[in-house]
Structure formats: C-alpha cells, structure tokens
C-alpha cells in the first residue's frame, strides 16, 4: 500500500520499506484481514500494517492524517515484529545480483552419486545415514561428493538444499558437517574440513552452533562422537545471544579474552 508521500524522510536502520533515494515514495507493508461485507454489513475495513523502524510515528501521523479526511478511525496495537521478513524481503530485492542467481531460478538436478563412503570414514558413514531419511540422505550425499566430481561444471554449482519447515533442513546442516568433518582423501586418510556456516539470522547460527556443540536431548553418542573436539568460532552480533549457551561459549569475544587479546 503506497503512503503517498512525498517527503525526504530516510531511516536509519535501512529497513526494506524506506525510500533509498529523495524522490522514492514510503511504502506500508499491509495484510488485509476483514473487509464489509465478507462477513457481516458492520464489518469495518481491518488491515494490519508494519510501522516499524526509526520512521514509525512519522508513518502513523500520515495514516492517521488519510484515514481522518474520511471519518474514518484508526488504532494500533503491538503484535509484534518482523525483522526477519523484512530481511527475507531484502534478500528477494537483492538476488538479481547474486552469483546464485541464475541456479535460484533455474536450478538444475545433477545425477546423484550412489554412494560417498569414498570420501567419508566408513564408521562415521553408518552412523549419519541411520539418523537419516533418504531424501535427507540424498541432500547430504550431493554436497559431499560435489567437490569430488570430474564434471567441472557439476563440481563448481552451488548445492541447493530446499524444503518446508519441520523437514528437518537443519539435521541435514549438522549431518553434513559431522561428514565433512570426518572425511577421508584419496588413500582414505583422514581429512577434517574447515567448515565457514552463515545463515540469514543470529537465532538461526545459534541453533546450529547448540547442536554442533551440545547437542540434543535424543542424541545418539555415538553421532555425538563425530563432532567431538571441533573448534566452533561464532563470529557476529553477540547482543541476543543467551547467557552461558553454545553460541556465547564459542563466541569469538570471548575466545580473544581467554587468551589474552
């Protein structure tokens, strides 16, 4: 929904909805929820608005403003917030220059190979593929023996990883990293991988590092034993990180303090 403005305002924090340049115009991410008539005669007009970041009592004023020219009223309440939206609606504006781009719209299905015991100890192979279905199966074998492929242009496509929420994307993330990290080399000596894991929010890396680290309560110890002795750095904002969690206990400020930097 377009406020319509036509001022100069910037925010700071360069939420996705702020005007990049003087002459672009504000916009009000809404969601409609009622409308007359759907429901009832006396149902008022209900949309719920984003009005956050460092312009939001200049969005509500002009809101505010519109909706009295129309006799028309106009509440806000907190429900609550989405940052994270906001960042995913951010990624979208930004993927067009993304070296990712073409394979995030026309991904191609390379032939998965069989197996990829060739590249992984063998006790620790038994081990992931029992906590695995085959599809998550599937997901880890296609970027474990993707640096191995003798297509060049198989070997260097990014491996996308995608699938709804509760399908257990972030199993497969600690499944792939207890793989690399007990990998073999040709002659089938040991090769343990440094392993660099971003992901798109702080709450996300933490639960990966928890579970890299600490582990969970049904974790079988013998998978537990694959990622004994890693050197997790957590590198990042450390503002919402929780008191005496993974993520706090790895944090790079304080591996600097304890060795005296």
Same mark, same amino acid.
């Given at each position: 929904?377009?406020?319509?403005?036509?001022?100069?305002?910037?925010?700071?924090?360069?939420?996705?909805?702020?005007?990049?340049?003087?002459?672009?115009?504000?916009?009000?991410?809404?969601?409609?929820?009622?409308?007359?008539?759907?429901?009832?005669?006396?149902?008022?007009?209900?949309?719920?608005?984003?009005?956050?970041?460092?312009?939001?009592?200049?969005?509500?004023?002009?809101?505010?403003?519109?909706?009295?020219?129309?006799?028309?009223?106009?509440?806000?309440?907190?429900?609550?917030?989405?940052?994270?939206?906001?960042?995913?609606?951010?990624?979208?504006?930004?993927?067009?220059?993304?070296?990712? =781009?073409?394979? %995030?719209? &026309?991904?191609?299905?390379?032939?998965?190979?069989? @197996?990829?015991?060739?590249? #992984? !100890?063998?006790? /620790?192979?038994?081990?992931?593929?029992?906590?695995?279905?085959?599809?998550?199966?599937?997901?880890?074998?296609?970027?474990?023996?993707?640096?191995?492929?003798?297509?060049?242009?198989?070997r260097?496509?990014?491996?996308l990883?995608?699938?709804?929420?509760?399908t257990?994307?972030?199993?497969?993330?600690?499944?792939?990293?207890?793989?690399?990290?007990?990998?073999?080399?040709?002659?089938?000596?040991?090769?343990?991988?440094?392993?660099?894991?971003?992901?798109?929010?702080?709450g996300?890396?933490?639960?990966i590092?928890?579970?890299?680290?600490?582990?969970?309560?049904?974790?079988?110890?013998? =998978?537990r034993? %694959?990622? &004994?002795?890693?050197?997790?750095?957590?590198?990042? @904002?450390?503002?919402?990180? #929780? !008191?005496?969690? /993974?993520?706090?206990?790895?944090?790079?400020?304080?591996?600097?303090?304890?060795?005296?930097?």
């Amino acid at each position: 929904v377009s406020a319509g403005a036509s001022g100069s305002w910037h925010s700071k924090d360069r939420d996705a909805l702020s005007p990049r340049k003087k002459e672009d115009k504000p916009y009000v991410l809404g969601w409609v929820e009622a409308v007359p008539g759907a429901m009832s005669s006396k149902t008022p007009l209900r949309v719920r608005v984003f009005l956050g970041g460092n312009q939001a009592t200049l969005r509500h004023n002009k809101i505010s403003r519109a909706f009295a020219k129309t006799a028309s009223s106009f509440t806000i309440s907190r429900v609550s917030e989405i940052q994270n939206q906001l960042r995913e609606l951010r990624a979208v504006i930004d993927a067009s220059r993304s070296s990712f =781009f073409p394979s %995030l719209i &026309k991904p191609t299905k390379f032939p998965l190979r069989q @197996s990829f015991g060739e590249w #992984v !100890d063998p006790r /620790a192979l038994d081990v992931i593929q029992m906590t695995l279905n085959q599809s998550q199966l599937d997901a880890v074998v296609g970027a474990t023996s993707r640096p191995h492929e003798s297509n060049e242009k198989v070997r260097e496509a990014p491996v996308l990883i995608q699938g709804p929420p509760g399908t257990g994307k972030t199993h497969v993330i600690v499944s792939l990293i207890a793989a690399l990290l007990n990998g073999v080399d040709e002659y089938g000596e040991p090769r343990r991988a440094r392993i660099l894991c971003a992901a798109q929010s702080n709450g996300a890396i933490d639960e990966i590092v928890e579970r890299v680290v600490d582990g969970w309560d049904s974790m079988d110890e013998e =998978f537990r034993a %694959l990622l &004994k002795g890693v050197n997790v750095v957590r590198i990042g @904002s450390d503002e919402k990180i #929780v !008191d005496g969690s /993974a993520a706090e206990r790895c944090h790079v400020s304080r591996k600097l303090r304890e060795i005296g930097t």
